[in-house]
């Protein structure tokens, strides 16, 4: 129930004292008649129960000649001293056909408590001239003559005219009456909100406060009562949060510290306010917003409160002033990390094809070869709060002949969005595994450090990172076919390990300063294997992968033809490329090109492996692919004849037989990168035989 301290509530007590006080209706000194008008024909109109206009017309007539003959007097609608007299007999201080201020006129119905003064005392609660209202606190003085259009007693303000019965100064337009709210509601977009550690301004608590027709209203106060819902009662509301504040729609009405609220009052706090002004009429926002504290305990993240608004202070536009508790329910809010409450996600995932798809690199024979893209990602910054990315680890492993990560890279690069923002230098910049630089082996993790850029939310970034390759015959000790491939997923950016260049960890923060934690960073990037030679060739393009079924006189498709087209190049130097297809597994060691095709079962399967290119001198069974120069390579596998039953039938590329040195009439490197299932398969084909 609406608890209501309403000054304005005594004006039921004024009314009474003003029937007893004023004891007669100035009339005016003339008779009063059809055609008059003024305030006296008002007082009289107000006294028969006509419309009080200041117009004497027919109307106003018909109730004087009413009043006039229930009185014994001459019915002629002429109201002169006669029918004055009768009106200011004793106890006639009540409108015509009233014996008393209760119930309603036997001759107009208007209400008996209806009085009209023409002399008496203001303000409201005097009885005389002399001390002070005891309703107001006002001064006491004698009014004399009649009252403004409209009033019918010292109390409030005129109906008709706006102006103070009293005959003081008449407040600005807007203002006036008696101010009621009319509903307290919840705005129910507000609930279970999150305040994040180092979170300004977030708003907890919303009501909507609908004020009357009647006057504006000024909010001066309100009561919070916040509830901890943790079963931790040792807890302290200021370990949570730092301030909070009190908003009147977009403008802040009011601010107080945390470290008002305390266990002495049950973490309550009565928050005042300013400029804080409800027009009649409409409808005001209210809302409670909690600021969280930059460093809060992880130990308290997640804890629930709840925020109850008990009462709301407000004066109206005659000055009176109201509390009252708007009887809604509390709302329950929680203390988050800050990337918990904006909902921030670091989110990796890989990006140009190209670079982490296996390929093969060029390199120097006798130099560092610089910037090989090794690894390109990307990362988006899901949520509403902003992360400072600061430490980056990524994971390097090398292969081939190679057993040494800082033996084949001597630096690596990151760059973000095109720019560089961070570098390792292999030399000075050892592993940070705590057991020092002798612990290098295959697979290790190298950190960019003091990256310190802003990520902001809702944004995608793009990463690169570059190693720098030794030469063949370098200090590097790096041998042709050698390999690297490159990941940054959750295995990096969960370790944080302390070691002799300082952490390998992934360094990323919330906006209130705290590291991310392990649910707030998803996805991964993994590039394939890179290969480099300083004498090779390259995969440039697959132009064909087709697999088209055969009838071959049977009324079903019971074999199937497959083809590949795709264009070689060679770098560096010439290369050989032995001419022989064969199928996995047929023979061994792995010769010339290398297919695989599923289900083809006891079926027999031959191949045609042709080019553009010459046959090698030195080896009839070789083409020779000269530097610089590609050229289109054709094979074609065949499916033999299916006599009953069905398969379903595919086939890819597995290796490629060639050698570096044209010379050598038995080519033994294998060539795989860009080779496989997942690159180089073709379209399934369904074989029937009957």
Known sequence: MLKKFLIGTFFALALMVASTAFASYDFGPTTLKVGSTGDYVKTLQTFVGATADGNFGPMTKAKVVAWQASNGLVADGLFGNLSKAKANEAGSGFPAGCTSSTGFSSITGVSCSTVVPVTGFAPTGCTSASGFSPVTGGACYAISGTLPAGCTTTAGYSPTTGAKCDGGTTPTPGTIGVGTVDTYTLISSINNEEVGEGLNDVKVYGLDIEVGDGSDISLTAVKLVFDESDTDTTSNFKDYADEVSVWLGSTKVGTVDSDKFTDDNAWTYTVGLSNAKILAGTTGK??????????????????????????????????????????????????????????????????????????????????????????????????????????????????????????????????????????????????????????????????????????????TYHFLVKADIYGITDTGDVAAGDTILAVFGETQTDAITAGTGGSTGFDAEDESGTNLVDADKTGTATAEAITVYDVGFTLNSITKKLGVPQSAGYS???????????????????????????????????????????????????????????????????????????????????????????????????????????????????????????????????????
Request: aromatic fraction near 8%.
């Open 286 to 459: 209210l809302y409670v917003a909690v600021s969280g504290i930059n460093n809060l305990d992880s130990g308290d993240a997640t804890d629930d409160w709840t925020l109850d608004v008990t009462s709301v202070r407000w004066v109206d536009g005659q000055g009176a002033m109201i509390s009252e508790d708007p009887t809604v329910s509390a709302r329950t809010f929680s203390f988050e990390l800050s990337a918990v409450a904006t909902s921030t996600e670091f989110k990796i995932s890989e990006d140009v094809a190209s670079v982490n798809t296996a390929h093969v690199v060029d390199i120097h024979a006798t130099e560092t070869t610089n910037d090989i893209p090794v690894l390109s990602f990307k990362v988006k910054i899901e949520g509403t709060g902003d992360v400072t990315l600061k430490d980056l680890p990524v994971n390097y492993t090398v292969g081939g002949a190679q057993n040494h990560v800082d033996e084949m890279v001597e630096g690596l690069t990151l760059y973000m969005d095109g720019t560089e923002v961070s570098s390792v230098n292999m030399t000075t910049d050892c592993i940070e595994d705590g057991t020092g630089c002798a612990s290098v082996g295959t697979a290790e993790t190298y950190t960019f450090h003091d990256i310190d850029t802003v990520l902001t939310a809702g944004e």
């Open 556 to 690: 079903a498709d019971d074999s199937g033809i497959f083809t590949f087209e795709f264009t070689l190049e060679a770098f560096g130097g010439s290369v050989d490329i032995d001419k022989t297809c064969v199928e996995n597994g047929e023979d061994a060691p792995d010769m010339g090109i290398e297919y695989t095709i599923s289900n083809s079962g006891s079926n027999a399967t031959t191949c045609d492996f042709t080019s553009t290119a010459d046959t090698s001198t030195a080896d009839s069974d070789a083409w020779t692919l000269l530097d610089g120069i590609p050229e289109v390579f054709t094979l074609v596998v065949s499916v033999g004849t299916l006599s009953s039953g069905q398969q379903l039938d595919k086939v890819y590329l597995d290796t490629i037989n060639w050698d570096d040195n044209i010379e050598d009439t038995s080519p033994d490197l294998y060539f795989t990168a860009g080779l496989g299932v997942d690159a180089t398969s073709t379209n399934s084909i369904l074989l029937t035989g009957v």
